[in-house]
């Protein structure tokens, strides 16, 4: 794999926000000048390695059994935690900079 020009803390946080939001690949990828089709890799990169489905992440069936409904929350759980620690890190390094 190249050497990217993007970290993998911008890389994630990048597919975090389209699988948390409403807006399409295309509109983010233009907002960040980033190539849709390096967006959608990186999505696909990120689903494999969170062991996230491959269909959309926000549908959930109404038959929905409870253990599939538990392993469900539990993964959005794991991604929650993995994006307030991000936060945190991002605001501990930014408010390092401006001390």
């Known amino acids: 794999m190249r050497n990217s020009k993007f970290s993998k803390e911008f890389r994630d946080s990048t597919v975090q926000l ?30 494999k390695e969170y062991n996230i489905p491959m269909r959309a992440t926000n549908t959930s069936s109404s038959t929905e059994t409870l253990d599939e ?10 991604l929650l935690k993995q994006e307030r620690d991000i936060l945190k890190k991002a605001t501990a390094y930014f408010a390092k900079e401006v001390l």
Do not use: F, G, Q
């Not at 807006?23 to 990169?45: C, R």
């Not at 409904?69 to 794991?78: D, G, H, Q, V």
């Open 69 to 78: 409904e538990n392993k469900r929350l539990r993964r959005e759980n794991k």
């Open 18 to 47: 389209v699988l948390n939001n409403n807006e399409s690949v295309a509109k983010i990828a233009d907002d960040l000048d980033i190539n849709p089709k390096t967006l959608y890799n990186w999505i696909s990169i990120y689903k």
